[in-house]
């Protein structure tokens, strides 16, 4: 099979830190600096961005987690694909064409005349380097455990511009999967973490002034064309209130991320689908959550009616499964579990004289800042969890410590937990979900199901109605036969804007915030 797609210029709508890295760093920000505008001007055109938290880390091959990817991605390091947020189309960026040569091998043609910020050339030989830091085992990487998780691939450089990828079995989609693959440059640590990214994007990482604020500079031998902002600061505020208020007191001029009671003003607020869905993980291998009776009750316990337009906004939608109905592979059979405190108690008490110990204690762990209200919703839960005889105690953690526990490996020693997290797939297909989250290897995983594996390895390597009806069925077993999770809801975001810029929160921003997306006024 043969599929050939030509695109034009991409869319405009614990760490051991690297001293190699961090030196470049240095270099490519005097470069960018000597060929930005004067002090006046550049004040005129930066932007001031508050986010809910602070990166724990800038390394490339994490920008998929939402707080380090709001800020590098494909603004300081970039991808060879991009996907369009408005219709999941899969556009240009780092490469310009791309073609299936066979069912396992697949061929990009790269953008020619390409820098990096510390002046390596992009090239294929680049990328390859690139591709195999991120599926070096040695470096912690969403980007490999949740996009390229069970999959082996071999880059090779055909020529300074054709990149040759062999996968181990059918990657139909690697094309889509590119578009989550960060190209950071060849001086890059190979065998470990950085915190001085170095891409080929319109921006260079300035500085990072832990706990107090990151800027980034534009980049004046950037590929495409230049940006009107010239530099942005990216600060942190963990209460949403203060956030707003910071963009209406002109301190600030884009608000992320706001909770739905502090989006007041329609003329800054603007809501938008953020792809992110949110749940609670059982651990199921640690008893009382090994009883799947014990998982049923958990989740009849919560009255989601009721979270949803107090707490969260009125437009979150009750969620069934992992992923946004907009998913390749959404199960739209699926039903949201009723509230049901009555049956809670009741599958409990069978539970219980089956000599299940229900009345262990069970943590639930959140994470502060993790989407507006957070807290609250953790709060909400314990108390309905608690009403129908769990005993539960609530621990809420920054996102450094929270990361220790959604990643393997996981402690030997630790208790009954319920992880509070959200999961974002904008990416059009199921696989950058099921696999990182519910196969035996999945770095997020805490199932060891050979049925459920088997379903997902087909899955993988399926296309158009096969592929679907497999990642349905997936998600069946999921969260009818196994109950991994409280699902909660589809999220929606609010995004206040400040006067002094054009800009539209879109399905993407919760995950990457694109500094040449914005304008001013």
């Known amino acids: 099979m043969m599929d050939s797609t030509e695109a034009g210029a991409p869319r405009r709508d614990g760490v051991a830190w690297a ?23 550049a004040a005129d055109r930066t932007v001031t961005i508050v986010l809910s938290e602070e990166p724990d880390i800038l390394e490339p091959c994490q920008s998929s987690r939402s707080n380090i990817g709001r800020v590098i991605k494909q603004n300081v390091v970039e991808t060879l694909t991009e996907i369009d947020p408005r219709d999941g189309q899969i556009t240009a960026r780092l490469a310009t064409a791309w073609r299936q040569v066979d069912p396992t091998t697949w061929q990009f043609t790269l953008r020619d005349g390409v820098k990096f910020h510390d002046g390596a050339v992009f090239n294929a030989a680049a990328a390859v380097t690139s ?172 009255d989601r009616d009721a979270i949803r337009g107090s707490i969260f906004s009125a437009d979150v939608i009750a969620a069934t499964q992992l992923v946004v109905p907009s998913i390749n592979g959404h199960n739209p059979a699926l039903e949201v579990w009723p509230y049901d405190p009555d049956k809670a108690r009741k599958l409990l008490d069978e539970a219980r004289a089956d000599g299940v110990p229900v009345d262990d204690e069970i943590m639930m762990i959140g994470r502060i800042g993790i989407y507006p209200n957070a807290t609250e919703v953790m709060e909400a ?51 950058f979900t099921v696999y990182n989250k519910y196969h035996s290897d999945g770095a997020n995983s805490t199932l060891s199901d050979a049925r459920l594996d088997k379903i997902i390895v087909d899955a993988e390597k399926s296309v158009g109605d096969e592929r679907r009806k497999l990642w349905q069925e997936a998600f069946r077993i999921i969260n009818e036969d196994i109950v991994a999770d409280v699902p909660m809801f589809h999220m929606v975001g609010y995004t206040r804007v400040g006067p002094k810029v054009n800009f539209r929160p879109n399905i993407s921003t919760n995950s990457e915030l694109l500094l040449e997306d914005i304008s001013f006024k």
């Open 19 to 41: 001293t190699s890295a961090s030196t470049l760093a240095a270099g490519a920000l005097a470069v960018a600096m000597a060929f930005t505008t004067g002090p006046a001007a």
């Open 131 to 302: 591709i195999n830091r991120t599926m070096n085992e040695q470096i912690e990487c969403e980007i490999r455990t949740k996009f390229f998780g069970g999959l082996k691939v071999t880059p090779r450089a055909v020529n300074d511009t054709t990149l040759e990828v062999v996968t181990d079995k059918p990657a139909p989609i690697l094309p889509t999967m590119m578009g989550t693959m960060a190209i950071a440059s060849p001086n890059s640590p190979p065998d470990k973490s950085t915190n001085a990214p170095i891409g080929t994007g319109p921006y260079v990482l300035a500085k990072w002034d832990v706990g107090q604020e990151i800027v980034l500079a534009r980049f004046a031998d950037y590929w495409g064309p230049e940006p009107a902002v010239e530099r942005a600061r990216y600060v942190w505020r963990t209460e949403s209130a203060v956030r707003a208020a910071m963009i209406k007191a002109g301190e600030a001029d884009i608000a992320a991320n706001i909770a739905v009671q502090d989006a007041t003003d329609p003329s800054m607020d603007f809501s938008y689908p953020n792809s992110e869905t949110s749940r609670m993980r059982i651990d199921v291998t640690r008893p009382p959550l090994g009883d799947k009776r014990v998982r049923m009750a958990l989740n009849y316990a919560i």
């Open 381 to 431: 839960m314990h108390a309905m969890l608690q009403s129908v005889g769990f005993n539960v105690k609530l621990k809420m953690l920054e996102v450094a410590e929270w990361v220790n526990v959604l990643t393997k490996p996981y402690a030997d020693d630790r208790p009954p937990v319920l992880l509070q997290s959200q999961h974002d797939n904008n990416n059009g297909d199921a696989v």
